[in-house]
Every structure is written in structure tokens, then in C-alpha cells.
């Protein structure tokens, strides 16, 4: 695969024609074994989709260890993670208005959170706990989501949610605009970052 965007241990792939529709990207975020450099961090951007991923260790010969599928949720603000040494995140990124018809959840109630596969889908965490042991690698555990996004996007009879897409958009332009209102006498190019809703600095940390 080659990556359309690439920051320190973040790689970012397009996803393939079948995925496309219901798929904004694939990613992977590695961090090298060792101590990581004082103030080290990943800098998350708001974005709207909702991350299957792959989150844990591997030993030398690849095997994972002290691992779980996770799923991260539509950032509204941006975010910075604490970088943890030697572990692997490998995910799919699914569009808003697919989250539903293919997890059976609201993006929205996963908002700005990290939380264990096993929480909000059961079902398909107990479906792919063996499939991502078995893996070896970060690419392997990308192919192992997408094969499971895939036979989900066969499967649902159920069409994309335009209330998803409009329910975040919504919440979103609110706290931009609640951002902007509480800047006494901003300069243009702070509003210009506001009305983006991207903060010059990170309004949380947080441990994927």
C-alpha cells in the first residue's frame, strides 16, 4: 500500500474502490520502541468519522500482545494523544453516516471518546478477537477490519443516515460558534482558526 499522507509514525492509505464508499481512509500510527522525546505527541484534528481499530503490542516475532479492538469517535475539537512506546493503532475510518448501518450505534454517542470494541459491539469484537490474534503485522490487522467492514457493507440492508452527517455538523458548528463568542477581540487569523474548528492548541489529552 502506498500512503497518501505520512507525519512521524502516522500513515494514512486511500481505501480501495470497493470500501470507498462507506471508508474515509485506513491509517497507521506506529511509535518506535523506546522513551519517547519529552512533550512527544500525536495531534488529532476534528474530524467526523469513527475509527475500527487495532490497538497494542507486538512481541519480535509479531504476535500481539496486550491489545484490543477499539473504537475512537468523531473528534469535535482537536485533541493531542500521549504517544505510548512500541504500540500499534491500525484502523479504518468510517464515514458518519455508515456507522450506524454497519456497527449499529450513533457516532454521536461515542463522541470524543476511545472506548473497547467489546462496549458498544459485542458481536463483532467476539468476531474479530480471533482473526487480529492471528495477525502479525499492522498492515494484516488493516486487512483483517476491512474484510469485516466489508462482508458488514454486503450484509446491511440498511441505507447511510443523513441524520448522522446533520446531527454532528450541527453539535460542531455550536461549539465553534460558542468558541468565537467567548474570544473577546480575536484577530482575522484567529477567526479564521475558529471557524475551522481547529484550535491553535489542544483543548485535551487523552490515552487511546
Known amino acids: 500500500m502506498n500512503p497518501t499522507h505520512v507525519i512521524g509514525g502516522y500513515r494514512e492509505f486511500a481505501p480501495g474502490a470497493e470500501a ?3 471508508c474515509e481512509s485506513v491509517w497507521i500510527h506506529q511509535t ?3 522513551p519517547a522525546p519529552a512533550g512527544a505527541a500525536h495531534r488529532v484534528l476534528p474530524e467526523m468519522g469513527v475509527s475500527l ?3 497494542g503490542f507486538r512481541d519480535a516475532q509479531g504476535r500481539p500482545q496486550a491489545w484490543s479492538a477499539i473504537l475512537a469517535g ?3 475539537r482537536a485533541q493531542v494523544f500521549d504517544l505510548v512506546p512500541g504500540r500499534d493503532l491500525a484502523a479504518i475510518k468510517i464515514k458518519p453516516e455508515w456507522v450506524g448501518p454497519l456497527l449499529d450505534i450513533d457516532p454521536l454517542a461515542v463522541e470524543s471518546q476511545v ?3 467489546v462496549t458498544v459491539a459485542p458481536a463483532l469484537a467476539d468476531r474479530l478477537h480471533d482473526v ?3 495477525t502479525r503485522s499492522a498492515e494484516a490487522a488493516l486487512r483483517a477490519l476491512m474484510a469485516a467492514m466489508l ?3 454486503r450484509a446491511s440492508r440498511t441505507p447511510p443516515s443523513t441524520v448522522a452527517c446533520v446531527g454532528l455538523g450541527a453539535h460542531r458548528l455550536i461549539l465553534s ?3 468565537a463568542a467567548s474570544t473577546t477581540s480575536p484577530s482575522t487569523s484567529s477567526r479564521a482558526v475558529e471557524g475551522s474548528g481547529i484550535g491553535v492548541r489542544p483543548t485535551r489529552r487523552s490515552s487511546p
Open 20 to 22: 470507498a464508499g462507506f
Open 32 to 34: 518506535p520502541s523506546g
Open 53 to 55: 481499530a487495532f490497538q
Open 74 to 76: 468523531p473528534k469535535l
Open 115 to 117: 472506548v473497547d470494541l
Open 132 to 134: 487480529l490474534a492471528r
Open 151 to 153: 462482508g458488514a457493507r
Open 177 to 179: 460558534r460558542r468558541r
